[in-house]
């Protein structure tokens, strides 16, 4: 696709790491899957993955993680 940041760039499937940061817990997850634009770097995550990202951190900070760095698992 068409990366919509920089107009110039077409996406990849790569894998990343994204940080997701909530009051006081960071987590760090590796390993995600993602289109990622070959000419500024933008990354896009599926909408699912996103959904999966979100529900994993939310149960680490409910369990009062600080900071975790973790390899992503899709749910």
């Given amino acids: ?5 920089c107009k110039h760039g077409e996406t990849r499937p790569a894998r990343v790491t994204v940080t997701l940061e909530r009051g006081r817990t960071a987590v760090v997850f590796r390993t995600v899957p993602a289109n990622v634009c070959e000419n500024c ?3 896009y995550v599926e909408d699912r993955t996103a959904r999966a990202l979100l529900e994993q ?3 680490a900070s409910a369990a009062g993680v600080e900071v ?3 390899p992503f698992r899709a749910a």
């Fill in 57 to 59: 951190a939310e149960a």
């Fill in 68 to 70: 975790e760095v973790r």
């Fill in 1 to 5: 696709m068409k990366c919509v940041i």
């Fill in 41 to 43: 770097g933008e990354q």
